[in-house]
């Protein structure tokens, strides 16, 4: 109930505050928001899993948004932005649908 | 998805794939699991056991408050993109606004100038004329004037004449009725071709004044496509094109009719699906073309005892 209440708070204070990203960042927040549900529906499942642990949902929350973030950003540099880009969406896409399935099936035959 | 059955040879490539395909779930889940398994069913020490008993109670909320933050930025994170998302799309339209009406002001301030210039023009010539009229000379160099002006397109114009309407295939005309656009194809526009020589045809007829969706032409006006759009005398015009041709009805219907840029013309409409219509009209009134520009001028000077006095340099018709 408090993560999910944290979920909705965090919504609201982006929506009602509305703070400026800096120019720099703003081509990353895309990428950083799938890595960011790839950690929460990964942290889901393993909850059904009743594998859960905050610290280890907490660091690779934190690790993917920063990494995806940083190979967009290398892919920047070194000019294959769009294809790296597109490549680390399409293993995060993919995982998020694993673990979609996964939960699907706690859901309906649990 | 589950890893392939153990024993199957497997390149580079695909155990990557099947990797990415089975681990979806981070395997450090798995393994913290583990290790509090192997905490709990450890060697419990007796003075460890009430410690290690009260430990969970607040692990446990230390791990939901830190789930609960996490979980907030996660949130900001997403509002602030979906943010930033419907900004730029909102700062686009805006601008694309913001040019709109300033190319509508940008026009309406041409217009205006156009305006007063033909103005300003007509306030010329009325003086010129009255300063003309007050000697026989300026009198005879009037009418050379006049006769020039004619010929120059530079008068309005009223008469009997022809209406030949020439106007873009319909969209539906060459459309794919399942997949096709409202668009018209390119081969259905009408060209500054089929312009140009039905208007040649029109001279040749016989035609003494002729328009084109209310440009005059004169004799140095050019009917020129600029990318889609036709240029008349170097203003835009559209379709449908009505070009109003004035002089012998009967006789300029019968030559143009009869002339091979007019089956030419037919045979467009038939392959393309122009749209070609010729109409005989009682009554046209032509507008004045645009007044030439005025390069040089001399003075009209009273030769003593001459028959011909040296009239005042006109510039070509057209500049």
């Known amino acids: 109930m408090i993560p999910l209440l944290g979920l909705a708070v965090g919504v609201v204070l982006g929506l009602v505050l509305d703070p400026t990203v800096p120019l720099w960042l703003q081509p ?3 990428i950083a928001v799938v890595a960011a549900l790839d950690a929460v529906f990964g942290g889901v499942r393993a909850r059904f899993d009743r594998i859960f642990d905050a610290k280890v949902f907490v660091v690779s929350f934190v690790s993917n948004v920063v990494v995806a973030a940083l190979i967009v950003f290398l892919g920047d540099q070194l000019g294959v932005g769009a294809q790296l880009s597109t490549a680390v969406v399409v293993v995060l896409g993919i995982r998020i649908f694993g673990n979609a399935a996964a939960i699907r ?6 | 998805m589950t890893a392939p059955a153990p024993g199957r040879q497997r390149s580079l490539g695909a155990s990557l794939l099947d990797q990415v395909l089975a681990e979806t779930l981070d395997p450090a889940y798995a393994q913290a699991a583990a290790r509090r398994a192997e905490l709990a069913a450890g060697p419990g020490e007796p003075g460890a056991a009430p410690a290690a008993a009260a430990r969970p109670g607040r692990a446990r909320r230390r ?28 700062g686009r339209e805006r601008v694309r606004q913001a040019l709109a009406e300033d190319i509508d002001q940008e026009s309406a ?17 009325t003086r010129r004329d009255q300063a003309l009229a007050a000697s026989v000379e300026g009198q005879r160099a009037l009418q050379q004037l006049s006769a020039a002006e004619r010929g120059a397109a530079v008068q309005a114009v009223r008469g009997p004449g022809l209406t030949v309407v020439l106007a873009d295939a319909d969209a539906s005309a060459d459309s794919d009725p399942v997949g096709g656009s409202p668009t018209v194809a390119k081969a259905g526009l009408v060209q500054d071709g089929d312009l140009q020589q039905t208007v040649n045809a029109l001279w040749a007829a016989g035609a003494e004044a002729i328009s084109i969706n209310d440009q005059r032409l004169g004799p140095t006006t050019t009917i020129r496509q600029a990318g889609s759009a036709i240029l008349v005398d170097f203003r835009p015009l559209s379709s449908p094109y009505r070009i109003r041709a004035i002089g012998d009805q009967q006789q300029l219907s019968n030559r143009f009719i009869a002339s091979p840029e007019a089956s030419y013309v037919v ?6 699906g122009l749209s070609f219509t010729i109409a005989r009209s009682a009554s046209l009134t032509l507008p004045a073309g645009t007044a030439p520009e005025l390069h040089s001028a001399r003075p009209l000077t009273p030769a003593a005892g001459t028959a011909a006095p040296s009239t005042p340099d006109r510039s070509t018709p057209g500049g």
Do not use: C, W
Request: charged share 20%; hydrophobic share 50%; no cysteine.
């Open chain 1, 28 to 30: 990353y927040l895309p």
């Open chain 2, 267 to 272: 045979g467009l409409a038939k392959d393309y």
């Open chain 2, 109 to 125: 301030s041409t217009d205006d100038l156009a305006r007063q210039l033909t103005r300003l023009d007509a306030q010329v010539s």
């Open chain 1, 105 to 110: 099936r706690h859901l309906f035959r649990a």
């Open chain 2, 63 to 90: 791990g939901q408050l830190l789930v609960a933050l996490t979980l907030l930025l996660a949130g900001l994170l997403a509002a602030v993109t979906y943010r930033e998302a419907a900004a730029g799309s909102q």
